[in-house]
T-cell receptor, first 115, second 114 residues
């Protein structure tokens, strides 16, 4: 089975621009979560989508948004980029909400650099 | 609020020596617990997980962890370190809130000395 894929792997943007990152989950997985990883703040939860609905959201400003499509693929968008948005953005997928099947499988991440 | 504490941001061990990475969590109910490893420029790879049942959990690459409810700990061990174990390790808690909102520790970078 193919793993979680994220595109692009690397991005360079300038302040004020917007960016869209894409995530394709493992086939059959319906839950997709996004995390931001920075040296200063570590790994922080952004949001989770399940069956095209945002099920949970972390403590990030409204400039960070996401969506999920009917094939479970997900995108996240960051508008009006700031220097502090430079980070590794990780996507993770999970099979379902069944008890006991709660591990997340992570993609390789998208490294975003904001200049 | 739930939290995860990893003691020691950097740990060095000699090749062949015991690896011990510490993780303590705060939770009002026993959560689901995970250890992930991250190699440079890569995502996170699941090492092992504790959900319910046996408190000693075996994972990949010879790692294991023991869930101790009384100590709210979930320390990761490996009897004999290998050079390929050099990476960053993250402990994570899933508070069983019904969604996959993991809380991660700050990570421990493991260095293996020849």
């Amino acid at each position: 089975k193919a793993g979680v894929t994220q595109t692009p792997r690397y991005l360079i943007k300038t302040r004020g621009q917007q960016v869209t990152l894409s995530c394709s989950p493992i086939s059959g997985h319906r839950s997709v979560s996004w995390y931001q990883q920075t040296p200063g703040q570590g790994l922080q939860f952004l949001f989770e989508y399940f069956s095209e609905t945002q099920r949970n959201k972390g403590n990030f400003p409204g400039r960070f948004s996401g969506r999920q499509f009917s094939n479970s693929r997900s995108e996240m968008n960051v508008s009006t980029l700031e220097l502090g948005d430079s980070a590794l953005y990780l996507c993770a997928s999970s099979p379902s909400g069944l008890a006991g099947a709660r591990e997340q499988f992570f993609g390789p991440g998208t490294r975003l650099t904001v200049l | 609020a739930q939290s995860v504490t990893q003691l020691g941001s950097h740990v060095s061990v000699s090749e062949g020596a015991l690896v011990l990475l510490r993780c303590n969590y705060s939770s009002s109910v026993p959560p689901y617990l995970f250890w992930y490893v991250q190699y440079p420029n890569q995502g996170l790879q699941l090492l092992l997980k504790y959900t319910t049942g046996a408190t000693l959990v075996k994972g990949i690459n010879g790692f294991e962890a023991e869930f101790k409810k009384s100590e709210t700990s979930f320390h990761l061990t490996k009897p004999s370190a290998h050079m390929s174990d050099a990476a960053e390790y993250f402990c994570a808690v899933d508070p069983t809130s019904g969604t996959y909102k993991y809380i991660f520790g700050t990570g421990t970078r493991l260095k293996v000395l020849a």
